[in-house]
């Protein structure tokens, strides 16, 4: 079987991307920020993995990027953006997240939206509306809109998200402990109530 293509689109700022992964997903239910300020609301939100392969998907975040930095900040803006003065919305994991595989050998694209996205099966149909349907570790195209901000002295390029599509599922990411099997032996015989007791309700329970 041939590999799917998934080929980039962009219209303006917004970049449907080609295959990504999904990490931090918190599409289904809003997350506050880690440092919240007062009057914040929590948002949906998802870092998206971009291998540095794809050259077409990165080349369409950088020109969503600079035109939207440059409608805001006029012609300067890549320019201070390259100096660090200003944010650019997409971060490298080979330098910013080297102890994480996951990471290395991918640009990461952090992205938030006020409003639930939609996030479609692979029929480009059926919602997804299960959290344990599409996790962080599985893969995905998404839309997203770049923005500029300037708020109190923090100025730059972000990445709003609007939604997204399954392409595949993955291994997770995040904390997933060992496979029960590799833990627990099995224990011969019939099950037998601790002490001889018969099994009972809460009042069975020792104190």
């Known amino acids: 079987m041939n590999a799917i293509v998934l080929q980039p689109r962009i219209s303006g700022t917004t970049v449907t991307t080609g295959k990504c992964r999904a990490s931090y997903v918190h599409v289904f239910e809003p997350q506050p920020d880690r440092n ?9 939100s998802i870092s998206l993995l971009v291998p540095k392969t794809d050259k077409a998907t ?3 975040l950088q020109e969503a990027i600079k035109q939207a930095g440059t409608d805001k900040f006029g012609p ?14 997409i971060r490298d994991g080979d330098k910013e997240r080297a102890d994480d595989p996951a990471y290395v050998g991918h640009y990461f694209v952090n992205c938030r939206s006020n409003n639930k996205p939609i996030v479609l099966a692979r029929d480009a149909v059926t919602q997804i509306t299960n959290p344990a349907d599409f996790r ?6 998404a839309t997203i809109n770049a923005f500029a901000y300037d708020n109190e002295g923090n100025k730059g390029v972000s990445f709003g998200l609007i939604h997204l599509q399954k ?15 590799t833990v627990y032996d099995a224990i011969p015989g019939d099950e037998t109530p601790p002490n001889g007791s018969s099994a009972g309700g809460d009042d069975d329970f020792p104190v």
């Open 76 to 89: 300067k803006f890549i320019e201070q953006a390259r100096a660090g003065r200003m944010r650019m919305g």
């Open 36 to 44: 919240p300020k007062p009057g914040a609301k929590p948002k949906h």
């Open 58 to 60: 990165i080349q369409m």
């Open 136 to 141: 962080s570790g599985d893969y995905c195209r």
């Open 167 to 181: 392409v595949e599922s993955g291994e997770p990411l995040g904390a997933v402990g060992p496979a029960p099997s």
